[in-house]
Every structure is written in structure tokens, then in C-alpha cells.
């Protein structure tokens, strides 16, 4: 496969960069323990914690066994328990003080609920998002007292909701993460069952219109992100077939600026137990917990065929971060081939107060941080 030329050339393979990651950790024991082992026995390499799960402190203990791990933040609003006292973000929670909406009933919501309850379910939706960040930068400390840095994504992309912009932003300048995920594939064909293409293709072009306005708050707060994300139009059905497809579209659409940024690859290889009851997953989402395509995705991550396709497609996968014997927390080169930097004083001078999470890195990218 003939890699895209960019301005000074054609690009050499270890020049696209690839997170292979994982969603839902926490989320459920089955859940996890399938992402766990992954992580312990394929090329995975980074995964989500989910606060409100009911597996959410066990989670956080095992991957604080795993300092070479790079774990995230996966903000939910839609699966189990809130992570804030209930009280303080009622908007959110049914009668039995489980999240309520779905992503569609959120969505509708933020648009159709009138100022004063509008304003009352954003209020309850930043009081959760921190809640959240405080629930991972309390647990997730791998070897030592300092916090891993600070990633985040979203459970159904929910971050990348644009009316819940500026709750974001607002986060965003409080908690200054690391990175934060873009859900940006490039347009293709997926080989799905007909029946399934238009609504995957529907779900990519939806999802697309969000990243271009998230793109634009996150260069603007100087905040590092992927280039594209692998795994939208799949629907949670990734396979070798489906993933060397993505992966050409890449290829095929990055633009120069692009060739030393990042492109992550999402999947769900954890299921539920047979016998598993899980509160934590809500009854409208079972079947796809319960899904043959999470024992395949599995499967897939447990395979060496893996790291083979993703180097004839030419793409590297990254570690992420690790955390040294001292008990700091470091990142290795994951975003250091950006080219320009700025140093961090300059950073924290633009940005005031003071950030709560800042990278243990002296510089962050010059060009808005974009990974």
C-alpha cells in the first residue's frame, strides 16, 4: 500500500502513530476482566476507566498494576450510578438513582427542555464531570502518590455532545487534560451486512459534525488530541477485514499536517458473563454487552495477527504512558514528534489559574496540541 505523499516526500510507516484502546472499563466485573486481560496478553495498550460502574474501584486497582498502561477518563452520563452525590445532579438520575437518558433522550433534552431545566441539567452535568475527574485522579496513581495523567473520551462520544460545549470548556480549563478524543473516521464503504451500512455511515457523519466543532475548542485550549479514531462506522463490530479498512481511509485522507498525528483504535472487547447480572448496564444496551462481536474483538486483540496487520498498513502502536520508580508519572514520546513547542510557563500565563493536572513534560505542542 503506497502511503499518501506530504509536502517534503511520501511519508516513511513510523511516521503514523496508532493508540490501540479499549472502552467500558469499569463498567462491569465481565466488562473488565476481558479488558484486563487484553492488556495483560495482546498489543492493547490503553483502555477507560468508568467511574460510575459497579466494577469502577476494582478496575482502577488492577491498572494500577499496569503503570505501562495509558488509561482515560470515560465520561458517562448514560450507564450507571452517577459518581457525584445523587442529590446534587437529580437532573440526570431515574427513581432508582441510575443515570436516566439515552444518547438520543439526552440529546433531545439539551434542545427541547425549557431555560430553567435546561440550565438545571447542565448545572447536574458538570457537577458529574467532576466528580468523575476526582474519582480518577484519587484512584488511578500507579506506583506512587502522583496521579496518571489525565485523558479523556466519552461513553457514546457524549463528551463530544456541542451543546454540552460549554460545560467542556469550562472543564477543560479546570482540570487541563493531556488529550482528549476526537471521534473522527475517515469516510469509507464499511464490509457490514446491508442492512446495518446506513445507519453506521449516519453514525459517522454525525459524529464527524461533532469532532469539527470539538477539534476547535480543543486547539483553542491548547489541548493534545487524536488526528482520527478507528471504529465509528464498524458500530462496535470491529474486525481484521473492517480495521485494514479504516486504516486505508487514513492513509487516504490525512493531510500532511497529519503524518505525526495520532490515530486511535477503538474497540469493545469486553462482554458480559452468561450469568452476569450487571446493574450497571443499562437493559436497552445488553445485547450489544452480550454481543458474539465482543468475544470476536477479543479474540482479536489476543491474536499476533494483530500487530501484523497494523504494520502492513504501516502504523505503530504506542504505549502511551508509564510511571517511574519514584513515583511520577511521565508520558514517553507519544506527543513529543509534534514539532513545535512552547514552554509550559507560556502556557500556564495564557491560560489562568494555574492548570490542576498539568503534563510532567516541560513543553506542550505550539500548534495547539493536537497529538
Partial sequence: MKPRAGADGEWGVSR?????????????RGISEDILLCLKRGPLASTTLMTGGEYAEEAAAALNAMPGVRVSLHLNLLEGRP?????????????????????GALYAALHLLPPRRKK?????????????ADFFLSRCRPGGPVPRPLCLDGHLHIHALPLLKDVLREFIREYRPLYVRLPLEPRHLPSLPPRLVPACLLRRELLACWAASLRGLLDAESTAHNSFLCGVVSGGCLTPTRLRASLEAVRRTAEPEDKGGITEIM?????LGPDEKAASVKPAFRAFYLSPARAAEKAMFLSPELPALLSESGFIPERGFVTESNGEAAHVPLFRSVPDFVPKSEREAAHAPQPRNAPDSDFVPKDGGRA
Fill in 83 to 103: 459518581t457525584a452525590p445523587p442529590a446534587s445532579v437529580a437532573p440526570l438520575l431515574d427513581g432508582n438513582g441510575f443515570f436516566r437518558y439515552t444518547l
Fill in 267 to 271: 474497540c469493545h472487547p469486553g462482554g
Fill in 16 to 28: 503514523v502513530r496508532a493508540i490501540l484502546h479499549a472502552d467500558d472499563c469499569g463498567l462491569s
Fill in 120 to 132: 438545571a441539567l447542565l448545572s447536574a452535568v458538570r457537577t458529574e464531570f467532576s466528580a468523575q
